[in-house]
Nanobody, 126 residues
Framework: QVQLAESGGGLVQAGGSLRLSCAASGRTFGNYAMGWFRQAPGKEREFVAAASWSGIRTYFADSVKDRFTISRDNAKNTVYLQMNSLKPEDTAVYYC???????????????????WGQGTQVTVSS
């Protein structure tokens, strides 16, 4: 089990950038695949991005591809979501998630993730 804490959310104008961070507790962070999800008001939570435990493999939702990047620093027990060219439709609560992984592959399915952070609000104004 790891505990996750997101930070870095806020209010930004359309076209701007934000970097979210997710700090994880525990000494085995490098054994966890990580993901970012988001939930907009009135909508279901959706997948945004994922990174394998080494960070070599990444995957993005089509809606954020070429605008968002995911990276991780296993020495700092932290995963990042760099969000560029933000749009009003990116407004949501962003959640970090972790799942113990036995192979260096991404996990994109929400119900496979066992550990979740509390979320951080991202608001993009037009």
């Amino acid at each position: 089990q790891v505990q996750l804490a997101e930070s870095g959310g806020g209010l930004v104008q359309a076209g701007g950038s934000l970097r979210l961070s997710c700090a994880a507790s525990g000494r085995t962070f490098g054994n966890y695949a990580m993901g970012w999800f988001r939930q907009a008001p009135g909508k279901e939570r959706e997948f945004v991005a994922a990174a394998s435990w080494s960070g070599i493999r990444t995957y993005f939702a089509d809606s954020v591809k070429d605008r968002f990047t995911i990276s991780r620093d296993n020495a700092k027990n932290t995963v990042y979501l760099q969000m560029n060219s933000l749009k009003p439709e990116d407004t949501a609560v962003y959640y970090c998630a972790a799942v113990r992984s036995w192979s260096d592959y991404v996990v994109t399915t929400e119900n496979e993730y066992a550990n979740w952070g509390q979320g951080t609000q991202v608001t993009v104004s037009s």
